[in-house]
């Protein structure tokens, strides 16, 4: 999922959709060069993600592989990141919880 919400704001690099999700889980999720392309591969083959072949985005970096997400891939991280929203929202709404009213 981090990786797909990474891939919200546009394509990308492997390492930095490594630095990405380390910022947005604030440190508690760290994923080595395995996780991140084994994952990665399992998007692709899921059709979620996309290689990209802009060289303009390569910035002169032939090595780098970039990723997109295609239609699917951001219909799916728009459709889980409005679910996690609603569960927080019903979250503090509960009295005791996350500053709700007691």
Same mark, same amino acid.
């Given at each position: 999922?981090?990786? &797909?919400?990474?891939?919200?704001? /546009? ?5 930095? &959709? *490594? ?11 760290? *994923?080595?060069? /395995?996780?991140?392309?084994? @994952? ?7 059709? &979620?993600? %996309?290689? @990209? @072949?802009? #060289? ?18 951001? %219909? ?5 990141? #409005? ?12 009295? /005791?919880?996350? /500053?709700?009213?007691?």
């Amino acid at each position: 999922m981090y990786l &797909l919400l990474a891939l919200l704001d /546009g394509e990308n690099h492997g390492y930095a &959709l *490594m630095r990405l999700v380390d910022e947005q889980s604030q440190g508690s999720v760290h *994923m080595g060069p /395995g996780t991140l392309y084994g @994952t990665l591969n399992r998007l692709l083959a899921d059709g &979620l993600i %996309r290689e @990209t @072949t802009d #060289d303009a985005a390569r910035s002169g970096n032939e090595r780098r592989r970039y990723y997109r997400l295609t239609q699917d891939g951001e %219909r799916v991280a728009r459709t889980e990141l #409005d679910r996690l929203r609603a569960i927080v929202h019903r979250f503090r709404t509960i009295p /005791g919880i996350s /500053g709700a009213p007691a």
